[in-house]
């Protein structure tokens, strides 16, 4: 079975006893050992079992292993959230002193851990133009501990050579690469093929699918994740089994719900282009995106996400937000239900103007997570709110 729906899908935790078809929760904050001998031995990891919940439990284990199938990564983690994700993957590595080299373009609240919180630890952090090459070489300093990047970035689905940036690290061995793959997914792209170390997903958002539980995940190359296992076991950031149980049914359609999403956001994209109210419309498989050759080198298709600059700044972007009828508000994204979100207000409303600006997000900027719904009832949405507040 080669195809990642296939795998997927019989990627299970083992059977019990009675034999379930389907995986039951198992809700148990622990469990219990054969004898103290079996104790001992699994607490001195001479011997493999489940300890604590914390540390790992069959519904989050199944979890981590169909990430791991998906991404052909070696092992993972699974965390209560998406930034507990992104956080882990930098705190379990860096120490006073470390620098951290990052693309500019990404989401707001890892801009904030960059600038407002690893100052306190003594990290520092360069950012870099993601496309330009010779930025990377000159940001790399003796210290630097981590190369992060996304891509497609939030909002602006700016786009990061995956081949290029893996066969760059292979000159700086001991540096860390590790990407948030969250907007492709391990479906559209695999990071890991090219080289990274990490692949981080907020899984709350498409892994999930349908805007109901928070979750994320780490995968890469063990010898990192049992670094990163110290980190999580005394710390405690750890996924829930019920969040794990629901996430990981959801995998199973993964494949399914991205083609959708796909093909309504690229109908969206196509729709908006030419359209006299919109100034600016960006999707990676739109052939306008200056990426666009990128994208289908290093993509299966553009996502589902569309980012759409409305005429007349943020009072018209506001008034055309309020118009949408099916289309709801919110700052989510990855549901199965279309989500229009204004970043300048919400997701990056901490950064500067000039911050914004650097990055593409202008006042009438709009986010479109695409959903599942008809494609024309989509696009009839967007239009009718256009009309209305010309």
Same mark, same amino acid.
């Given at each position: 079975?080669?195809?990642?729906?296939? +795998?997927?899908?019989?990627?299970?935790?083992?059977?019990?006893?009675?034999? =379930?078809?389907?995986? &039951?929760?198992?809700?148990?904050?622990?469990?219990?050992?054969?004898?103290?001998?079996?104790?001992?031995?699994?607490?001195?990891?001479?011997?493999?079992?489940?300890?604590?919940?914390?540390?790992?439990?069959?519904?989050?284990?199944?979890?981590?292993?169909?990430?791991?199938?998906?991404?052909?990564? =070696?092992? *993972?983690?699974?965390?209560?959230?998406?930034?507990?994700?992104?956080?882990?993957?930098?705190?379990?590595?860096?120490?006073?002193? @470390?620098?951290?080299?990052?693309?500019?373009?990404?989401?707001?609240?890892?801009?904030?851990?960059?600038?407002?919180?690893?100052?306190?630890?003594?990290?520092?952090?360069?950012?870099? /133009?993601?496309?330009?090459?010779?930025?990377?070489?000159?940001?790399?300093?003796?210290?630097?501990?981590?190369?992060?990047?996304?891509?497609?970035?939030?909002?602006?689905?700016?786009?990061? @050579?995956?081949?290029?940036?893996?066969?760059?690290? #292979?000159?700086? &061995?001991?540096?860390?690469?590790?990407?948030?793959?969250?907007?492709?997914?391990?479906?559209?792209?695999?990071?890991?093929?090219?080289?990274?170390?990490?692949?981080?997903?907020?899984?709350?958002?498409?892994?999930?699918?349908?805007?109901?539980?928070? *979750?994320?995940?780490?995968?890469?190359?063990?010898?990192?994740?049992?670094?990163?296992?110290?980190?999580?076991?005394?710390?405690? &950031?750890?996924?829930?089994?019920?969040?794990?149980?629901?996430?990981?049914?959801?995998? @199973?359609?993964?494949?399914?719900?991205?083609?959708?999403?796909?093909?309504?956001?690229?109908?969206?994209?196509?729709?908006? #282009?030419?359209?006299?109210?919109? =100034? /600016?419309?960006?999707?990676?498989?739109?052939?306008?995106?200056?990426?666009?050759?990128?994208?289908? +080198?290093?993509?299966?298709?553009?996502?589902?996400?569309?980012?759409?600059?409305?005429?007349?700044?943020?009072?018209?972007?506001?008034?055309?937000?309020?118009?949408?009828?099916?289309?709801?508000?919110?700052?989510?994204? *990855?549901?199965?239900?279309?989500?229009?979100?204004?970043?300048?207000?919400?997701?990056?409303?901490?950064?500067?103007?000039?911050?914004?600006?650097?990055?593409?997000?202008?006042?009438?900027?709009?986010?479109?997570?695409? *959903?599942?719904? @008809?494609? =024309?009832?989509?696009?009839?949405?967007?239009?009718?709110?256009?009309?209305?507040?010309?």
């Amino acid at each position: 079975m080669n195809k990642d729906q296939s +795998k997927i899908i019989r990627e299970q935790a083992p059977r019990s006893a009675t034999r =379930e078809h389907s995986v &039951p929760l198992y809700l148990t904050s622990s469990f219990i050992f054969d004898s103290a001998e079996q104790g001992r031995a699994v607490f001195a990891e001479e011997e493999e079992g489940m300890v604590y919940s914390r540390y790992a439990n069959p519904n989050t284990s199944e979890f981590i292993n169909k990430v791991c199938t998906l991404e052909n990564a =070696e092992a *993972g983690l699974a965390f209560s959230s998406g930034m507990a994700a992104v956080f882990a993957s930098f705190a379990a590595f860096i120490e006073n002193g @470390d620098h951290i080299v990052s693309s500019r373009a990404i989401f707001g609240s890892t801009h904030q851990l960059f600038t407002q919180l690893f100052p306190k630890w003594g990290v520092t952090t360069s950012y870099v /133009d993601a496309v330009n090459p010779d930025e990377w070489e000159k940001a790399i300093q003796p210290n630097t501990k981590i190369i992060f990047l996304e891509s497609p970035s939030n909002p602006g689905l700016e786009l990061v @050579d995956l081949e290029w940036l893996g066969k760059f690290k #292979e000159k700086y &061995p001991a540096i860390i690469l590790s990407i948030d793959n969250c907007f492709a997914t391990p479906y559209l792209q695999k990071p890991l093929d090219y080289g990274f170390d990490l692949s981080i997903h907020s899984a709350t958002k498409y892994m999930d699918g349908q805007g109901r539980v928070l *979750g994320g995940v780490v995968v890469g190359k063990e010898e990192l994740i049992k670094k990163m296992m110290f980190f999580i076991r005394h710390t405690g &950031p750890a996924m829930s089994p019920f969040n794990a149980w629901i996430i990981s049914k959801s995998l @199973d359609t993964l494949a399914l719900r991205m083609d959708r999403h796909c093909s309504n956001a690229l109908a969206l994209a196509e729709a908006l #282009e030419n359209h006299s109210e919109i =100034e /600016d419309v960006k999707y990676p498989f739109l052939p306008s995106h200056p990426q666009y050759a990128l994208a289908k +080198k290093q993509m299966k298709a553009g996502g589902g996400i569309v980012t759409f600059e409305v005429k007349g700044g943020k009072e018209r972007a506001f008034r055309f937000l309020d118009e949408l009828n099916m289309i709801l508000y919110t700052s989510n994204l *990855g549901d199965s239900r279309s989500i229009a979100t204004h970043p300048a207000t919400t997701t990056h409303a901490k950064l500067t103007e000039e911050e914004r600006n650097h990055l593409g997000i202008k006042p009438g900027s709009v986010r479109l997570s695409v *959903g599942l719904e @008809d494609k =024309e009832d989509i696009i009839g949405d967007i239009l009718q709110a256009l009309e209305k507040t010309k």
